[in-house]
């Protein structure tokens, strides 16, 4: 149904995406301005800081064009209308994540996948078939981590009521963070986001071992390939909090 509203004004839809892609350029032309003043970042040359941001960016896209609508369940909590969706024969998780679907959020996808192709095209790897499967393991599984990432953040609000910001702290700013290599950052903030909240499993991990970069903090060489089981893992944590919340939820009383 939102699509099809989406497309019934063509014009208008084309000028959202657009303007989408422009948006999301910026953060790319950001970086590449810092490189028109330095060789390298973090010791990262210019093609591989654009495979990070590719992967990282790609993986948020496709999570935000699925899920990105789950920062509007505060409100729903608020105003009692998620009681509409309790009634009808459809998961409550289905129904949110096509409340108000966006396609125009395509325009970000395209725009990180554009930059992920030009960086494959840059980087100097020995390419085997085991890098070439991890490609799109990374993306499916950045993707799925993100994914939970929202349906964490769309369940704390069944007690919070208002904590979308919180929520895009986590993913906003959390795909901002990936954009950048991990060696620019302050150890205990890269063992935060590896081991607390795992997002060095969407790309720097499994990224470091497709460059032949070593791992700044000394992780055993198998948490490069575990980002299937992270995902998975994040996926069943996040399952869990939102029954969870739709237990603890008790309308507005109207």
Not at 208 to 224: A, E, M, N, T, Y
């Amino acid at each position: 149904m939102w699509v099809r509203s989406a497309l019934a004004y063509r014009a208008s839809f084309l000028l959202l995406a657009v303007g989408s892609f422009v948006t999301t350029c910026l953060d790319f032309v950001a970086i590449m301005i810092m490189f028109s003043h330095v060789d390298a970042l973090g010791g990262f040359s210019l093609p591989e800081v654009a495979f990070l941001y590719g992967v990282a960016c790609t993986a948020f896209g496709l999570a935000d064009l699925l899920l990105g609508s789950f920062d509007r369940i505060g409100a729903r909590i608020r105003d009692g209308s998620l009681d509409t969706l309790l009634v009808r024969p459809v998961p409550v998780l289905a129904q949110a994540a096509a409340d108000r679907f966006a396609l125009r959020r395509l325009g970000r996808i395209t725009q990180s996948g554009l930059v992920l192709g030009w960086s494959l095209t840059r980087l100097e790897i020995d390419w085997t078939a085991a890098k070439l499967l991890m490609l799109p393991v990374m993306l499916l599984s950045g993707t799925v981590i993100f994914c939970a990432l929202f349906v964490l953040g769309g369940a704390v609000q069944f007690w919070t009521q208002d904590a979308a910001e919180v929520q895009n702290s986590f993913t906003y700013g959390g795909v901002t963070l990936l954009q950048y290599p991990p060696t620019v950052f302050a150890t205990d903030l890269v063992r935060g986001v590896t081991f607390v909240v795992p997002l060095a499993f969407v790309n720097w991990l499994p990224a470091l071992w497709i460059l032949g970069r070593d791992d700044p903090l000394g992780l055993p060489g198998w948490l490069d390939f575990a980002a299937p089981l992270v995902a998975a893992g994040c996926c069943a944590a996040a399952g869990v909090v939102w029954r969870a919340g739709l237990r603890a939820y008790r309308s507005t009383g109207s």
